[in-house]
């Protein structure tokens, strides 16, 4: 296996001593020209994707490199050097060296035996403040054969967020596994048709059916549904446009530096993408997320952010000792991007690394943006997080400012120059508060190069954000992965169990809602 070539010296307690090794590759010769950098992938250039896979068994290396040699190896992103000299930067295909990129760390055995969780979240925030070597394709395997309090060992994949947007990404690492009932077949992910008969079969007598979301316009009526059917979609585009253009107005204000969020605790402080982060990450039951959600008729989506802004609520409600304040009130904001290139499917993602070839399946960074408001209150009723969440979620279907942001984006870039539209989204970045994203993972057990895969935690660093909120489900569980300020949030574990208590106020609340309206 490879090596690291630095000594990683994380702070105690305890202290935690990393000595890895890099062998030496050659890089091999280019078989093309190269493929162009797509705007989104040069603005990306301190970005990075971190993803955490717990397993069920000790590190079997010898199937897990065989694995990596038919998949990740194959894969034109994951088999090309970024060159970013000459007259336009571009992607380079090259031989690669498996020894380059598994890292096997030499970890202090006394202080993983000491606490195993906390040596292993020490290693991942190391990760953060170190360089990748740009000589050879960005991403790196590390492997951490010890075991922790959820997983008898982990892989953690670091990945430069030039190769690909976060759900293309992690499309492609769950195209890597299969199914732990079939070692052949791909693992099953959920589907739009089982979700809605799911929600269907559990929905509670006497609970309001849920909503169809809105995106966008309807589609325009037939001349026979009538006159009052017409002037309703005419009014509904004239909405769907105004939503836009307030949006794009609002994004472009942040990007020129116009309109900030107010500070809060919450906020970085100043050159905060290059501080070291820390990221931790509670399991929480994604049957309980359903039960809300087919309790007040809306989606995952809207439990998650709702369940957030609880939580950031009693976390900062907490800290200022506030507890009393109920009229107090915060609103600061979170940039939600937005994949506009339909996420590639697992199975087409696993015939692009057989053959090697992208095909006609589009693969990188085609990004849109969404600026997500989260208020910061204190409700007595806790369905109220997730009522308001809803609100703000379909308001923002009503829009089209991903499509806009992504077209204002790439203009800018085309007219002036990629300094200059890194320079704004760097702004806008700023301009807000946290960074906020979920994904829906595989819906059965799965296995990763044949190890069984206890949990998916991914998250990402390099952005001026000091707080950054993933939620991943897998099977019947959803975890909540934070990425912190590692000097700034020093109890970041308690800013956990606000997540956690705050989803068990909202179940419990809609147990005891559920249970009122069977009693009337």
């Known amino acids: 296996m490879g090596a690291h070539g630095a000594s990683l010296l994380p702070p105690p307690p305890p202290a935690l001593s990393i000595h890895?090794?890099?062998?030496?590759?050659?890089?091999?010769?280019?078989?093309?020209?190269?493929?162009?950098?797509?705007?989104?992938?040069?603005m990306f250039h301190d970005f990075y994707i971190v993803a955490v896979i717990g397993l069920g068994t000790p590190i079997d290396f010898e199937p897990a490199r065989a694995g990596l040699e038919v998949t990740l190896v194959r894969h034109p992103r994951f088999s090309s050097i970024r060159v970013m000299d000459g007259p336009e930067p571009r992607w380079v295909r090259t031989a690669v060296n498996l020894d380059d990129h598994i890292i096997v760390p030499d970890l202090d055995r006394a202080a993983i035996a000491a606490d195993p969780d906390r040596a292993l979240e020490d290693y991942v925030a190391s990760l953060s403040t170190l360089p990748m070597d740009q000589s050879r394709p960005l991403w790196e395997l590390h492997v951490l054969d010890f075991p922790t309090s959820e997983a008898a060992s982990a892989a953690v994949l670091r990945v430069h967020h030039a190769l690909g947007d976060g759900a293309s990404l992690v499309s492609l690492l769950l195209a890597c596994t299969r199914s732990a009932?079939?070692?052949?077949?791909?693992?099953?992910?959920?589907?739009?048709?089982?979700?809605?008969?799911?929600?269907?079969?559990?929905?509670?007598?006497?609970?309001?059916?849920?909503?169809?979301?809105?995106?966008?316009?309807?589609?325009?009526?037939?001349?026979?549904?009538?006159?009052?059917?017409?002037?309703?979609w005419v009014v509904s585009c004239a909405v769907l446009a105004w939503h836009t253009a307030v949006d794009v107005a609002r994004f472009v204000a942040m990007a020129l530096g116009l309109v900030r969020d107010p500070p809060t605790l919450f906020a970085g402080v100043k050159g905060v993408e290059s501080r070291r982060k820390r990221f931790v990450m509670r399991t929480l039951s994604l049957d309980d997320v359903k039960l809300v959600k087919h309790a007040l008729g809306c989606t995952v989506n809207d439990v998650l952010v709702g369940v957030t802004s609880a939580a950031l609520s009693r976390y900062y409600f907490r800290k200022l000792g506030d507890d009393h304040d109920t009229n107090r009130r915060t609103c600061f904001r979170s940039v939600l991007f937005v994949n506009l290139r339909p996420t590639p499917g697992i199975q087409q993602l696993a015939r692009m690394m057989e053959s090697g070839k992208h095909n006609d399946l589009k693969w990188g960074n085609r990004l849109g943006y969404i600026v997500l408001p989260f208020e910061i209150v204190k409700h007595d009723d806790p369905l109220d997080y997730v009522r308001d969440a809803k609100k703000t979620v379909d308001r923002k279907k009503h829009s089209f400012e991903a499509i806009a942001t992504h077209l204002i984006a790439e203009t800018v870039t085309k007219l002036f120059g990629i300094e200059v539209s890194t320079g704004l989204f760097h702004r806008m970045i700023s301009s807000t508060t946290v960074l906020f994203s979920n994904m829906i993972g595989p819906a059965e057990p799965i296995e990763f190069y044949g190890h069984p895969v206890a949990y998916i935690a991914p998250s990402n660093f390099g952005h001026p954000s000091a707080l950054t909120m993933h939620w991943q489900s897998y099977m019947d569980t959803i975890k909540i992965i934070l990425a912190v300020d590692d000097a700034q949030f020093l109890d970041a574990h308690d800013l956990l169990d606000d997540f956690a208590e705050s989803l068990e106020r909202i179940r419990n609340a809609t147990l005891s809602t559920f249970k009122a309206q069977v009693k009337s």
Do not use: C, H, N
Request: no cysteine; proline share 15%.
């Open 20 to 42: 890895t090794r890099r062998r030496a590759g050659d890089i091999g010769d280019a078989d093309d020209d190269g493929e162009p950098l797509s705007p989104t992938a040069r």
């Open 181 to 232: 009932a079939d070692p052949k077949a791909p693992p099953a992910m959920p589907s739009a048709a089982s979700a809605a008969a799911a929600a269907a079969a559990a929905q509670a007598p006497g609970a309001r059916r849920r909503a169809r979301p809105v995106y966008g316009a309807p589609p325009r009526p037939a001349w026979s549904a009538g006159a009052m059917a017409f002037a309703a």
